[in-house]
Protein backbone atom coordinates (compact mmCIF):
# COMPACT_ATOMS: atom_id res chain seq x y z
CA UNK A 1 0.00 0.00 0.00
CA UNK A 2 2.61 2.45 1.11
CA UNK A 3 4.49 1.82 -2.51
CA UNK A 4 0.89 2.69 -4.66
CA UNK A 5 0.29 5.55 -2.18
CA UNK A 6 4.15 7.13 -2.71
CA UNK A 7 3.18 6.64 -6.70
CA UNK A 8 0.52 9.27 -5.85
CA UNK A 9 1.68 11.84 -3.95
CA UNK A 10 4.34 14.97 -3.95
CA UNK A 11 6.30 15.27 -0.45
CA UNK A 12 6.52 18.84 1.34
CA UNK A 13 8.99 20.46 3.24
CA UNK A 14 8.51 21.63 6.74
CA UNK A 15 11.47 23.43 6.81
CA UNK A 16 10.04 25.88 4.15
CA UNK A 17 6.66 25.74 5.53
CA UNK A 18 7.88 27.41 8.50
CA UNK A 19 9.79 30.46 6.76
CA UNK A 20 12.94 28.79 7.01
CA UNK A 21 12.29 29.03 10.85
CA UNK A 22 11.72 25.99 12.05
CA UNK A 23 8.89 25.30 14.70
CA UNK A 24 8.42 25.48 18.73
CA UNK A 25 8.19 22.35 20.90
CA UNK A 26 4.63 23.25 21.53
CA UNK A 27 3.73 23.86 17.69
CA UNK A 28 1.63 21.27 15.12
CA UNK A 29 4.08 21.50 13.01
CA UNK A 30 6.85 20.25 15.74
CA UNK A 31 4.21 16.79 16.29
CA UNK A 32 2.76 16.12 12.80
CA UNK A 33 4.88 13.14 10.73
CA UNK A 34 5.51 14.29 7.36
CA UNK A 35 5.41 13.00 3.74
CA UNK A 36 9.32 14.88 3.15
CA UNK A 37 11.32 11.91 2.16
CA UNK A 38 9.71 9.04 3.54
CA UNK A 39 6.21 8.42 3.85
CA UNK A 40 5.61 8.07 7.90
CA UNK A 41 4.08 4.91 9.55
CA UNK A 42 -0.12 5.67 9.30
CA UNK A 43 -0.56 2.57 11.50
CA UNK A 44 -1.08 4.91 14.32
CA UNK A 45 -2.41 7.65 13.31
CA UNK A 46 -5.67 9.47 14.24
CA UNK A 47 -5.49 12.21 11.79
CA UNK A 48 -4.16 11.79 7.95
CA UNK A 49 -3.59 15.28 6.40
CA UNK A 50 -3.97 15.35 2.17
CA UNK A 51 -3.35 18.32 -0.44
CA UNK A 52 -5.03 18.39 -3.55
CA UNK A 53 -4.04 21.44 -5.98
CA UNK A 54 -6.83 20.88 -8.07
CA UNK A 55 -8.16 23.35 -9.89
CA UNK A 56 -9.44 23.02 -13.32
CA UNK A 57 -12.64 22.40 -12.18
CA UNK A 58 -13.42 25.72 -11.49
CA UNK A 59 -13.12 28.66 -13.71
CA UNK A 60 -10.22 29.57 -11.02
CA UNK A 61 -6.86 28.94 -10.87
CA UNK A 62 -4.76 28.92 -7.22
CA UNK A 63 -1.74 27.51 -7.47
CA UNK A 64 -0.02 26.43 -4.02
CA UNK A 65 -3.26 26.45 -1.74
CA UNK A 66 -2.98 23.66 -0.49
CA UNK A 67 0.36 24.79 1.11
CA UNK A 68 -0.71 28.25 1.70
CA UNK A 69 -3.18 26.57 4.53
CA UNK A 70 -0.66 24.13 5.62
CA UNK A 71 1.79 26.67 6.89
CA UNK A 72 -0.80 28.16 8.98
CA UNK A 73 -1.82 24.90 10.56
CA UNK A 74 1.55 24.27 11.24
CA UNK A 75 2.14 27.39 13.22
CA UNK A 76 -0.77 26.21 15.95
CA UNK A 77 -0.15 25.13 19.03
CA UNK A 78 -0.66 21.42 19.72
CA UNK A 79 -3.28 20.54 22.96
CA UNK A 80 -3.83 17.44 22.07
CA UNK A 81 -0.62 15.54 21.71
CA UNK A 82 -1.89 12.07 22.22
CA UNK A 83 -3.91 12.70 19.19
CA UNK A 84 -1.40 11.41 16.34
CA UNK A 85 -1.47 13.65 12.85
CA UNK A 86 0.28 12.26 9.60
CA UNK A 87 0.63 14.86 6.31
CA UNK A 88 1.02 12.53 3.61
CA UNK A 89 1.55 15.35 1.10
CA UNK A 90 -0.20 16.82 -1.83
CA UNK A 91 -1.84 14.38 -4.33
CA UNK A 92 -0.18 14.74 -7.74
CA UNK A 93 -2.62 16.77 -10.30
CA UNK A 94 -3.31 14.04 -13.36
CA UNK A 95 -2.84 14.88 -17.06
CA UNK A 96 -6.63 15.88 -17.11
CA UNK A 97 -9.22 16.36 -14.26
CA UNK A 98 -10.56 13.10 -14.50
CA UNK A 99 -7.28 11.52 -13.74
CA UNK A 100 -6.85 13.60 -10.34
CA UNK A 101 -10.06 11.98 -9.61
CA UNK A 102 -8.56 9.17 -9.91
CA UNK A 103 -5.37 9.48 -7.90
CA UNK A 104 -7.09 11.30 -5.08
CA UNK A 105 -9.89 8.50 -4.54
CA UNK A 106 -7.26 5.90 -4.88
CA UNK A 107 -5.31 7.00 -1.92
CA UNK A 108 -8.39 7.46 -0.16
CA UNK A 109 -9.77 4.28 -0.62
CA UNK A 110 -6.20 2.85 0.90
CA UNK A 111 -6.75 5.19 3.99
CA UNK A 112 -10.19 4.52 4.38
CA UNK A 113 -8.71 0.48 5.11
CA UNK A 114 -7.22 2.41 8.17
CA UNK A 115 -9.14 3.77 11.50
CA UNK A 116 -7.78 7.34 11.01
CA UNK A 117 -9.99 10.49 9.98
CA UNK A 118 -8.84 11.76 6.77
CA UNK A 119 -8.91 15.84 6.17
CA UNK A 120 -8.42 16.96 2.31
CA UNK A 121 -6.98 20.58 1.86
CA UNK A 122 -8.65 20.74 -1.67
CA UNK A 123 -9.01 23.01 -4.58
CA UNK A 124 -12.56 23.33 -6.14
CA UNK A 125 -15.33 21.81 -4.36
CA UNK A 126 -15.94 19.32 -7.35
CA UNK A 127 -13.29 17.46 -5.63
CA UNK A 128 -15.92 16.20 -3.36
CA UNK A 129 -16.44 13.32 -5.84
CA UNK A 130 -12.89 11.96 -5.32
CA UNK A 131 -14.06 11.95 -1.99
CA UNK A 132 -17.27 10.15 -2.86
CA UNK A 133 -15.38 7.70 -5.38
CA UNK A 134 -12.96 6.29 -2.84
CA UNK A 135 -16.56 4.96 -0.51
CA UNK A 136 -17.33 3.49 -3.97
CA UNK A 137 -14.73 1.74 -4.91
CA UNK A 138 -15.26 -0.05 -1.43
CA UNK A 139 -18.95 -0.56 -2.39
CA UNK A 140 -19.93 1.44 0.81
CA UNK A 141 -23.45 3.52 0.93
CA UNK A 142 -22.74 6.59 2.36
CA UNK A 143 -24.42 10.00 4.26
CA UNK A 144 -23.21 12.91 3.28
CA UNK A 145 -23.04 16.41 4.57
CA UNK A 146 -22.37 19.06 2.71
CA UNK A 147 -21.36 22.66 4.07
CA UNK A 148 -22.29 25.81 1.40
CA UNK A 149 -23.81 28.45 1.08
CA UNK A 150 -25.03 27.48 -2.61
CA UNK A 151 -26.05 24.23 -3.83
CA UNK A 152 -24.12 22.77 -6.93
CA UNK A 153 -26.59 21.21 -9.13
CA UNK A 154 -26.63 23.81 -11.87
CA UNK A 155 -28.40 23.10 -14.96
CA UNK A 156 -26.95 25.94 -16.73
CA UNK A 157 -23.50 26.07 -15.73
CA UNK A 158 -21.60 22.35 -16.56
CA UNK A 159 -18.22 23.77 -14.65
CA UNK A 160 -17.77 20.71 -12.54
CA UNK A 161 -17.60 22.67 -9.51
CA UNK A 162 -21.33 23.90 -10.26
CA UNK A 163 -22.66 21.46 -11.10
CA UNK A 164 -21.01 18.35 -9.21
CA UNK A 165 -23.72 17.10 -6.92
CA UNK A 166 -25.61 16.26 -10.14
CA UNK A 167 -23.32 13.58 -10.83
CA UNK A 168 -22.76 12.61 -7.43
CA UNK A 169 -26.65 12.06 -6.20
CA UNK A 170 -27.99 10.46 -9.22
CA UNK A 171 -25.65 8.24 -11.54
CA UNK A 172 -26.04 4.89 -11.18
CA UNK A 173 -25.04 2.93 -9.42
CA UNK A 174 -25.47 4.71 -5.99
CA UNK A 175 -24.36 4.95 -2.85
CA UNK A 176 -25.39 7.78 -1.41
CA UNK A 177 -28.03 6.60 1.39
CA UNK A 178 -28.49 10.16 2.22
CA UNK A 179 -27.60 13.72 1.44
CA UNK A 180 -27.57 16.63 4.01
CA UNK A 181 -27.01 20.65 2.84
CA UNK A 182 -25.86 22.92 5.73
CA UNK A 183 -25.94 27.16 5.86
CA UNK A 184 -27.59 27.20 1.95
CA UNK A 185 -29.00 31.12 1.42
CA UNK A 186 -32.23 31.09 -0.53
CA UNK A 187 -31.37 34.22 -2.76
CA UNK A 188 -28.16 31.89 -3.94
CA UNK A 189 -30.47 29.07 -4.66
CA UNK A 190 -33.01 28.28 -7.71
CA UNK A 191 -36.44 27.42 -5.75
CA UNK A 192 -36.27 24.09 -8.21
CA UNK A 193 -33.47 22.95 -6.90
CA UNK A 194 -34.64 22.64 -3.21
CA UNK A 195 -37.54 20.78 -4.66
CA UNK A 196 -35.50 18.50 -7.05
CA UNK A 197 -33.43 17.54 -2.76
CA UNK A 198 -36.60 17.22 -1.53
CA UNK A 199 -38.01 14.90 -3.99
CA UNK A 200 -34.93 13.26 -3.55
CA UNK A 201 -35.95 12.60 0.00
CA UNK A 202 -32.76 14.82 1.31
CA UNK A 203 -32.02 17.45 3.66
CA UNK A 204 -31.53 21.09 3.53
CA UNK A 205 -30.98 23.66 6.38
CA UNK A 206 -30.73 27.28 5.58
CA UNK A 207 -28.01 29.38 7.26
CA UNK A 208 -30.43 31.39 9.25
CA UNK A 209 -31.83 28.65 10.33
CA UNK A 210 -28.64 26.48 11.83
CA UNK A 211 -27.21 29.66 12.96
CA UNK A 212 -30.09 29.81 15.35
CA UNK A 213 -29.16 26.87 17.17
CA UNK A 214 -26.22 24.92 15.95
CA UNK A 215 -26.57 21.91 18.32
CA UNK A 216 -29.56 21.15 16.36
CA UNK A 217 -27.27 19.53 13.01
CA UNK A 218 -25.04 18.04 15.57
CA UNK A 219 -26.60 14.94 14.91
CA UNK A 220 -25.63 15.04 11.26
CA UNK A 221 -22.57 15.04 11.27
CA UNK A 222 -22.75 12.04 13.70
CA UNK A 223 -24.74 9.98 11.23
CA UNK A 224 -22.56 10.95 8.05
CA UNK A 225 -19.64 9.40 6.50
CA UNK A 226 -18.65 12.33 4.40
CA UNK A 227 -18.12 15.72 5.31
CA UNK A 228 -17.41 18.29 2.71
CA UNK A 229 -17.03 22.35 3.16
CA UNK A 230 -16.83 25.24 0.63
CA UNK A 231 -15.03 28.37 1.76
CA UNK A 232 -18.27 30.55 0.40
CA UNK A 233 -19.88 29.01 3.56
CA UNK A 234 -18.09 30.99 5.71
CA UNK A 235 -18.86 35.24 6.13
CA UNK A 236 -16.26 37.31 3.28
CA UNK A 237 -15.18 39.24 6.71
CA UNK A 238 -13.78 35.91 8.17
CA UNK A 239 -12.83 34.13 4.84
CA UNK A 240 -11.82 37.40 2.65
CA UNK A 241 -11.47 35.00 -0.79
CA UNK A 242 -15.14 34.15 -0.37
CA UNK A 243 -16.21 36.54 -3.13
CA UNK A 244 -19.40 34.66 -3.33
CA UNK A 245 -21.61 36.47 -0.81
CA UNK A 246 -20.80 38.87 2.11
CA UNK A 247 -23.05 36.45 4.22
CA UNK A 248 -22.85 32.86 6.18
CA UNK A 249 -21.54 31.17 9.11
CA UNK A 250 -18.80 33.27 11.76
CA UNK A 251 -15.69 31.91 12.33
CA UNK A 252 -16.41 30.81 15.36
CA UNK A 253 -19.37 29.26 13.78
CA UNK A 254 -17.98 26.73 11.37
CA UNK A 255 -15.10 26.13 13.85
CA UNK A 256 -17.73 24.35 15.80
CA UNK A 257 -19.49 22.26 12.98
CA UNK A 258 -15.30 21.13 12.17
CA UNK A 259 -15.65 19.93 15.69
CA UNK A 260 -18.89 18.04 15.25
CA UNK A 261 -17.63 16.57 12.19
CA UNK A 262 -14.62 15.64 14.37
CA UNK A 263 -16.21 14.13 17.05
CA UNK A 264 -18.54 11.88 14.23
CA UNK A 265 -18.34 8.22 15.10
CA UNK A 266 -18.94 7.95 11.48
CA UNK A 267 -17.12 10.61 9.06
CA UNK A 268 -14.00 9.32 7.49
CA UNK A 269 -13.61 12.06 5.40
CA UNK A 270 -13.51 15.94 5.46
CA UNK A 271 -12.71 17.98 2.92
CA UNK A 272 -12.10 21.63 2.61
CA UNK A 273 -12.35 23.59 -0.51
CA UNK A 274 -12.54 26.48 -2.07
CA UNK A 275 -9.54 28.47 -0.90
CA UNK A 276 -8.33 30.88 -3.34
CA UNK A 277 -4.54 31.51 -2.24
CA UNK A 278 -4.39 35.04 -4.59
CA UNK A 279 -7.19 36.22 -3.58
CA UNK A 280 -6.71 36.10 0.27
CA UNK A 281 -5.91 39.10 1.81
CA UNK A 282 -3.36 39.18 4.40
CA UNK A 283 -3.72 35.33 4.44
CA UNK A 284 -6.90 35.65 6.56
CA UNK A 285 -8.88 32.57 5.07
CA UNK A 286 -5.64 30.63 5.48
CA UNK A 287 -5.92 31.44 9.15
CA UNK A 288 -9.50 30.88 9.34
CA UNK A 289 -8.85 27.41 8.22
CA UNK A 290 -6.47 26.50 10.02
CA UNK A 291 -8.25 27.46 13.30
CA UNK A 292 -10.86 25.01 11.72
CA UNK A 293 -8.64 22.02 11.44
CA UNK A 294 -7.66 23.07 15.20
CA UNK A 295 -11.01 22.53 16.32
CA UNK A 296 -11.63 19.37 14.22
CA UNK A 297 -8.54 17.85 16.08
CA UNK A 298 -10.15 18.95 19.27
CA UNK A 299 -13.14 16.87 17.79
CA UNK A 300 -11.49 14.30 17.47
CA UNK A 301 -10.46 13.82 21.13
CA UNK A 302 -14.04 14.22 21.90
CA UNK A 303 -14.62 11.22 19.53
CA UNK A 304 -12.38 8.93 21.79
CA UNK A 305 -14.60 10.09 24.92
CA UNK A 306 -17.50 8.56 23.56
CA UNK A 307 -18.64 5.72 24.43
CA UNK A 308 -20.07 2.65 21.82
CA UNK A 309 -23.29 2.37 21.43
CA UNK A 310 -23.41 -1.20 22.10
CA UNK A 311 -22.29 -0.43 26.16
CA UNK A 312 -25.58 0.33 26.98
CA UNK A 313 -24.32 0.68 30.40
CA UNK A 314 -22.66 4.19 29.81
CA UNK A 315 -26.01 5.79 29.05
CA UNK A 316 -29.23 7.15 30.52
CA UNK A 317 -32.17 5.14 28.68
CA UNK A 318 -35.36 6.35 27.90
CA UNK A 319 -38.71 4.10 26.89
CA UNK A 320 -40.84 6.14 24.94
CA UNK A 321 -44.26 4.44 24.31
CA UNK A 322 -46.97 7.59 22.52
CA UNK A 323 -50.10 7.29 21.19
CA UNK A 324 -48.21 6.57 17.66
CA UNK A 325 -45.25 5.07 17.50
CA UNK A 326 -42.87 3.87 20.50
CA UNK A 327 -39.44 3.79 20.63
CA UNK A 328 -36.08 3.71 22.80
CA UNK A 329 -33.72 7.30 23.43
CA UNK A 330 -30.16 6.88 24.68
CA UNK A 331 -27.96 9.69 26.62
CA UNK A 332 -24.11 9.04 27.15
CA UNK A 333 -23.59 9.69 30.29
CA UNK A 334 -20.26 10.97 29.09
CA UNK A 335 -20.74 13.83 26.64
CA UNK A 336 -24.84 14.01 26.63
CA UNK A 337 -25.52 13.30 23.54
CA UNK A 338 -28.31 12.07 21.76
CA UNK A 339 -29.55 8.82 19.92
CA UNK A 340 -33.01 7.33 19.00
CA UNK A 341 -33.66 3.37 17.98
CA UNK A 342 -35.43 3.15 14.45
CA UNK A 343 -37.87 -0.04 14.32
CA UNK A 344 -35.42 -2.03 12.54
CA UNK A 345 -33.41 -1.54 16.51
CA UNK A 346 -31.05 0.19 14.92
CA UNK A 347 -29.73 3.32 16.98
CA UNK A 348 -29.31 6.88 15.01
CA UNK A 349 -28.21 10.21 16.11
CA UNK A 350 -30.62 12.77 17.49
CA UNK A 351 -30.28 15.78 19.64
CA UNK A 352 -32.26 16.59 22.90
CA UNK A 353 -35.28 18.68 20.98
CA UNK A 354 -36.34 15.25 19.30
CA UNK A 355 -36.65 13.66 22.56
CA UNK A 356 -38.87 16.81 24.05
CA UNK A 357 -40.88 16.48 20.56
CA UNK A 358 -41.33 13.25 21.30
CA UNK A 359 -42.16 13.35 24.62
CA UNK A 360 -45.10 15.57 23.33
CA UNK A 361 -45.94 13.00 21.08
CA UNK A 362 -44.91 14.89 18.08
CA UNK A 363 -43.40 12.33 15.68
CA UNK A 364 -39.83 14.15 15.18
CA UNK A 365 -38.86 15.06 11.41
CA UNK A 366 -35.25 13.17 11.70
CA UNK A 367 -36.98 10.37 13.27
CA UNK A 368 -39.87 10.07 9.86
CA UNK A 369 -37.33 10.58 7.14
CA UNK A 370 -35.21 7.73 8.45
CA UNK A 371 -38.04 5.71 8.73
CA UNK A 372 -38.56 6.58 4.73
CA UNK A 373 -34.82 5.75 3.73
CA UNK A 374 -35.33 2.15 5.66
Known amino acids: MLHTLTDFLEPINKFELSNDEGYKDAQLGAHIAAYEEHLPSLQEAHIILVGCNEWRGSSSKHTHA ?95 DQCFLMEMLTSSPNFVKHYSHI ?62 TPNGF ?11 AGSSNKVRTVGLYGYKHQADVHELTAKQVSHMFWYFVNGVKQFFQEPAITDLGEFNTFYFQGETFAT ?47
Open 183 to 244: GFQSYLVHPRMLETIDKLGFECFRVGKVKDDLAEVEPVFRNSHICTVDITAIQHAHAPCNTL
Open 66 to 160: ADAMRAHIYSLYQWHTDINIVDIGNVKNGDSLADTYVALSTVLADLLALKAKVLILGGSHDITLAQYQAHKKLNETVEVVCIDAAMDISWEDPTP
Open 250 to 260: TGEEICTLLQY
Open 328 to 374: TFLQSKQTGKWWVQLPNEEYIACSYNDYVLASRNEIPERFLRAVERM
